[in-house]
Structure formats: C-alpha cells, structure tokens
C-alpha cells in the first residue's frame, strides 16, 4: 500500500497545508475515504506514527486522509488573522483529494472521524455538512467544546477561543444535533470514550442529549484513559465502522444504510 505525504495550497486558510494519504493495497476504485482528524497538541503525522494505523488499513478498500487543522478546533475563526479551517476541511481538502484520488464523490463515500480536538470536530463537521458526510465517528472527544452549559470544565484559553468563535453557539453539537434531528440527510453516528477519560462525561452527556431527540447512534464506555494506548485499541472500530457505513469499492451499493451499527 501507499502511504503519501502531500503539501497543497489551502484556498480558504490562504496558505500551504498537509496531509497524510494511506491508500488502498488492492483494486482501482473508485474508493470510500475516511477524514481521519488530529487532536489539540497534535498535526497530520500524529495518527500514522502514533498507532499500527497502516497496518490496520493493509486489507480495507479504504482511503484514510489525515490533514492538518492546527489547533483550529475545526472551526472558522472571523476574527482579524484567524483562518476558517471548517472551510479548508470541507473545500479544500476534500476537492483535493477528489481531484488526485480515484474517490467516491458524494456523501455516500465519505466518513469523518477524530480524537479529543478531532473527536468534536468530526462530529461538528459531519452535522453541519451532512451532504458532505454520512458517518461520523469519534474517540475521546472533546464535545463540550462551544457548549456553555460545559464550557467551564474547559481549559481556560480553550474558553475563551470556543466563546470568540461561536458566540452565539452555532459551533455547540447540542445545538447541532437539536437542528439535526429532522435532517433529511441522517448521519450514522458512533463515539466512545475511556472509563478514566476527563472527557467522559461530555461524552455521556452528549449520549442523553441523542437519546433524548431521537437520533439513533452507537455509544461505548471503554477502560482507558486520553491517551494514544486507548486510541490504538479502538480505531479499528472507526474503520470497520466506516466500512459498514459507506459504499462499496466499486461504488454499485451501499454495504449497510447509513444508521447505527
């Protein structure tokens, strides 16, 4: 198999980003691909060097993408100097890696997920563009971010960019997945999280708030804390999640439809 590093030129941050590409060992596509984001003190490399992530992928009709997001949250900042990073994921990366790869081109091929930072912001982003993605997975994540009732429990500098840049909670996932509710692009959904994890009860919160509205999901409490020998042990079922949720390699059928698994 392939494992690429690429350096492009982000439209919508005006600058050079990269990422990391794993590519399928077998067949000629087109593929599903998986957006497989970094955490707060992380970047691109961090998924690839930290975990057996290749290895687990060497038999998966899969193209795993990891780009760099810096320490955006996913988010666009429209303060003075701030860069609109939801936008390079959803734009710039996305039709990159459409244009140079042999890719499924629409939502029904596409999957996001993320630890801790990348955790919110994969289910963030799969909510706010269900015609981009139709599953989302997260490990550990942050999903309090931008949310005032948890916002407290947050660093302090971390507060204080959720509060600059969704002053009026757009960027908040209960708000989202309020609004999501009746979409008529549901997502297929999963998220877990460590026993040990002071993200925890975000997470189980998050869990209640889905319930509560209806929105079918798959939710798992693990033992481990916020740490990579967690993320190790479980990002294989992001994969085969992703498996089961996207369309086949050859693009004729869907696997599964896209709800809970």
Known sequence: ??????QFYGESI?????????LP????????????????SDNHTAWARQ????RFCYDESLIVVMPDAGRSWYCNDSRPGGLAYEDHIVRDVVAFVDKTFSTIRSRWGRAIAGLSMGGYGA????LRHPDIFSAVSSH???LGFAHEDRIREDRHEINEYARAVSPSGEYSLWNLATRAANSPNPLAIRFDCGNNDELLSANHDFHEHL?????????????????????TNHIYKTLRFAKNN??????AKKLKSPKNT
């Open 1 to 6: 198999m392939a494992f690429c590093t690429l």
């Open 14 to 22: 005006q600058k050079t980003s990269s990422m990391n590409i794993i």
């Open 25 to 40: 060992e077998k067949g000629k596509g087109p593929f599903a691909v998986l957006y497989l984001l970094h955490g707060l």
């Open 51 to 54: 975990t057996g992530l290749e």
């Open 123 to 126: 289910i963030m982003l799969g």
């Open 140 to 142: 550990s994540g942050a």
């Open 211 to 231: 319930e509560k509205l209806g929105i079918p999901h798959q939710y798992d409490e693990f033992r481990g804390g916020h740490n990579w020998a967690y993320w």
């Open 246 to 251: 996207l369309l086949q390699v050859d693009g």
